[in-house]
């Protein structure tokens, strides 16, 4: 008997050390994520079905990042929206309060307060959004033309921003 012959499937993954050769490497890519296939441990890309193409979610343009808990916000500047990526439930999603005064036109960067308010810049609207703990919106800062946010951190009450117009 061969106790092999039970174990799962290894899955061939590249180590990948960044930077790399002949640098020190100093971070090492653990994981890919490109779709919600790729959370599910599925092969990234369409599954066929009865000749229909199941609708793979994935990332447009992604730039900014902020981690809260066990999901993965992720600002996509193709895409015009955030991306929820769920590492508890493997799952794949855009934030709900993606419309009307919280419609995101360019989202840049994000960060988070103590109280899990999400502040996004968008740099097309030159304004920040901001959307309480279940996505919806709570405000806007700016006026859309004095200032043209990009990067941005929140330390209690106060938020800090990069502004690319630089007044």
């Known amino acids: ?48 079905l009865l000749g229909k193409q199941e609708k793979v979610k994935g990332f447009g343009k992604p730039y900014g990042v902020a981690l809260r808990g066990r999901k993965l916000y992720v600002a996509d500047t193709g895409m015009q929206t955030v991306h929820v990526v769920d590492f508890g439930r493997k799952k794949f999603g855009s934030l709900q309060g993606d419309h009307g005064m919280g419609k995101l036109r360019l989202p840049v960067n994000l960060a988070f307060d103590a109280e899990g308010n999400l502040y996004v810049t968008d740099t ?7 959307l309480d703990p279940a996505g919806r919106h709570v405000r806007t800062i700016g006026d859309g033309s004095s200032f043209k946010p990009s990067g941005i951190a929140v330390r209690g009450e106060e938020i800090f921003v990069t502004d690319l117009k630089g007044q």
């Open 1 to 48: 008997l061969s106790a092999g012959a039970c174990a799962a499937p290894q899955r061939n993954v590249p180590v990948i050390f960044i930077p790399g050769p002949p640098e020190k490497p100093r971070l090492q890519v653990l994981m890919n994520i490109g779709t919600e296939a790729d959370l599910a441990g599925r092969k990234s890309g369409g599954l066929a």
């Open 124 to 130: 097309a609207r030159q304004q920040i959004v901001e």
